[in-house]
């Protein structure tokens, strides 16, 4: 089954619309909540008076920052840690008094519908008092008065840095020394689904079902905000439509909790509007880069330098974690004796920067390998060329953290597929020499990418099998099916190991904390890897079971057993159905024993997948317009699992990159921080319109670390194509752009400052 292009098993229930979503789950009568956010970027709440709110006919109940636990909680989803060291920063409360940033959640309102308590919040009253608003993170970690949270006075959130040989006596003994600065914007994730719950009480046990990627760490973290044990909360996840990281994030599930509990225990409905989502739930951190390098006469890398700065926004959400991800990355790929980094997560007054389709990675590679076009336009060699030439050939491993590693590489195989495709060394050598105002060029750009978090934070990982009285298999996992393909990928599996089809493999859509076994989550391109590992030592523990009932049923003189698409056999000349040993087992009034097969796997190891994104664009430089005519994703991700859902991911992650290149950027007022963009009207993703036909490629290196040779797929298609579309416009026009993403008005000023307008 591995390695087959397996129909979805969620399909039917997705495109008929019987499957179930949190919206399609809530029940009749339930109450509604919406939120009270502030009208300040930055300051404290004077007072609040919520009495004509609270008349309202209609509203149940209204909360305000004085009604919720005054201790703060941490929101990332990340594994927990025993050792104090490792836990994430706790500095949320479910409703707050100190604004941080525009829409800062002040209060709460219950009603009995959706327009009352929307007629509520406008009758709620609040005075503030104001402070300074700093978007800026550069500026924002000189500090601030008062500093945007009490125990960071220079509003630094965490910093880290690393050396590698001697930088300075490297850059001494460079030919070529080139520097360079570079930016990358604040952007959302706009998932269909926008986040939403509803909560209600059981037993005195809070019960929240909710869109999520991380049931089990919303669990924890509920458990955390409303200061009871974590075993009184039971989190369920439906269908989810879509997250992309944001639902990596525990968002409004702890005042949701807090809400029921508040009203007897009554259902909950918190639904957030698409203009919430982008303001109050999590966007991509924008991160500012300093870039050093310096090479000798043959083109090769003598010294390296990154500082960045990433600007967090008002709540450390996944904090820092994002800026470090991305100053490894400057580590690994390209060969140099001589590196140095420095990272620094900055407070600011913006919405809450968290996780995103690939952590870090995105904003790193467009710095790095836009950086790495300039150096070869520097040094006037072929950029391909130069990355060959750079490039760490085979295996190799993080110097920091040596469990990451590039056990297989397929990075030069990617590269000849890539510059194929695009015919690289005719188009370089035909768009050269340029005039008009209509030009061509052909740009690239590469990746690593982690497959997993460890040796960083805890892998973890559960799955369960029971054998169903007709032979076939329920799988139960806690790992999420957020819309990549996951569930059939965990079905290809368990049929792989058991020998049998994936019709007979029933896999259990909806996690619940209550049943399924722990797994922190879908994030980090680990499902496939960690939790694959686990079902794969599941499914051989209850084939074990299985040919171990079969021998009680079998004649003694048999014993060497094989199980093969329902049937067990024993040679030539013993054989019986697996449907009636499933039977027996359920049913034998002498042997009676039902077979499941139960395990919880940690996992320590990690490995790098790499791949690359060549595009072709056409420029017209007047309008400030670029149209893509070409693009193709070439990846080495280990064994494809199903090739289907690997070109699927692929395309979806492609026009995420395409996006981030050129239109995808949230504006903020530079007086009070408040998005002015955050709808999907003003906010350009894009659009079909936009999107040629995509081309994806694939370099199968079957890994040794995966448990069926496999590695990251998820995340990495969304990285290389922002970069690449930048350095196929300096191809084009000579002109080179060191912030995405390339909007007409960027354009248009840098090409009137380069003199071609």
Known sequence: ?????????????????????????????????????????????????????????GVVKVVTFKDVPNHCYPTPGHPWSVELAHQDVADRNILTGRIRYYGDDIAAVVAEDEVTAARALRLIKVEYEEYPVEIHPRKSM?????????????????????????VEQGFEDSETVIKRSYKTPIVQHCHIENPISYAYLDKGRVVIVTSTQIPHIVRRVVGQALGIPWGKVRVIKPYIGGGFGNKQDVLYEPLNAFLTMQVGGRVVKLDVSREETFCNTRTRHSIEYDLKAGVDK????????????????????????????????????????????????????????????????????????????DIAHEIGMDPLEFRRKNL????????????????????????????????????RKAYAEQTGDIRRGVGMSLFSYKTGVWPISLEIAGARMSLNQDGSVQLQIGATE????????????????LHMDVEDIHIQTVQDTDVTPFDTGAYASRQSFVTGTAVRECAELLLEKIL??????????????????????????????????????YYSLTNSSVITAETSKQVKKNTLATGCCFVEVEVDIKLGKIKILDIVNVHDSGKLLNPQLAEMQVHGGMSMGMGYGLSEQLILDEKTGRPLNGTLLDYKLMTTMDTPDLKADFVEL????????????????????????????????????????????????????????
């Open 142 to 166: 000189w500090g601030s008065r008062p500093p945007i949270h009490l125990d960071k006075k220079d509003n630094v959130l965490a910093r880290s840095n690393f050396f590698i040989g001697n």
């Open 298 to 373: 043959q083109g090769r890398l003598v010294a390296k330098d990154m500082m960045s700065i990433s600007n967090q926004g008002a709540y450390a959400s996944h904090g820092h974690a994002i800026a470090a991800n991305g100053l490894t990355a400057w580590r690994l790929q390209y060969a140099c004796p001589n590196i140095r980094g420095e990272a620094y997560t900055v407070y600011t007054n913006t919405p809450v920067a968290g996780a995103m389709r690939a952590y870090g990675i995105p904003q790193a590679a467009f710095v790095i390998e836009c950086f790495m076009d």
């Open 482 to 497: 957020i819309g990549q393909g996951a569930d059939t990928v965990f079905s290809q599996m368990a049929a792989e190991t």
């Open 392 to 427: 760490i050939q085979g295996y190799y491993e993080d110097a920091y953290l040596k469990p990451i590693a590039a056990n297989t590489n397929g990075i030069f195989e990617c590269l000849e597929k890539g510059a194929e495709y695009i015919h690289w060394d005719e188009k």
């Open 548 to 585: 171990a009932y079969a021998k009680t049923l079998l004649p003694e003189e048999t014993r060497a057993l094989s199980l093969d698409h329902g049937w067990i056999f024993a040679g030539e000349d013993h054989a019986i159905s697996l449907e009636n040993l499933a039977l027996e087992s």
């Open 702 to 757: 079957d890994d040794p670390m995966g448990p069926y040779g496999n590695k990251a797929l998820g995340e990495p298609p969304a990285i290389p194509g922002a970069p690449a579309i930048r350095n196929a416009v300096l191809h084009a026009t000579g002109v080179a752009f060191n912030e995405n993403p390339l909007t007409p008005q960027r354009l248009i000023k840098g090409f009137k400052e380069a003199g071609l307008i």
């Open 1 to 57: 089954m591995i390695g087959k292009s397996v129909p979805r098993v969620d399909a039917y229930e997705k495109v008929t619309g019987r499957a179930k979503f949190t919206d399609d789950m809530i029940l009749d009568k339930c109450l509604v909540a919406k939120v009270y956010h502030a009208r300040i970027g930055n300051g404290i709440v004077k007072s609040i008076d919520t009495s004509e709110a609270e008349a309202l006919d």
